[in-house]
């Protein structure tokens, strides 16, 4: 299982970016898919995550109502939306994906990882 994270960059607070996460694998449908970051000199942790057919979804309290997860699973592409970013967002966004056919989005568990992709929020 490969996972190719995408979409990273340098923007201003209060700007958007999309990230993409495309997944070499088949049965990209069997899998739920999250976004996880680690800022320099901290830990990673859990951004969002969306279950296997995209009906649900679960995000970090600090990203809710700026991030939108969403997949298609006919492209094996799973893709945040990135609103109204902050100095605090900055930090490498690695996706991870586990075999689930749970309908709950989890946010644990993941073991496949891909590179990152570099997000730098500054003015």
């Known amino acids: 299982v490969q996972l190719q994270a995408s979409g990273g960059g340098s923007v201003q607070p209060g700007e958007s970016l999309k990230l993409s996460c495309k997944a070499s694998l088949q049965s990209f449908s069997n899998f739920a898919v999250a976004w996880f970051r680690q800022a320099p000199g901290k830990e990673r942790e859990f951004v969002a995550s969306?279950?296997?057919?995209?009906?649900?979804?679960y995000y970090r309290d600090s990203v809710k109502g700026r991030f939108t997860i969403s997949r298609d699973n006919a492209k094996n592409t799973v893709s945040p939306e990135m609103d109204s970013l902050k100095s605090e967002d900055t930090a490498v966004y690695f996706c991870?994906?586990?075999?689930?056919?749970?309908?709950?989005?989890?946010?644990?568990?993941?073991?496949?990882w891909g590179q990152g992709t570099l997000v730098t929020v500054s003015s």
């Open positions: 969306i279950s296997w057919g995209g009906g649900s979804t």
């Open positions: 991870a994906a586990v075999p689930s056919k749970s309908p709950v989005a989890p946010s644990s568990g993941f073991y496949y």
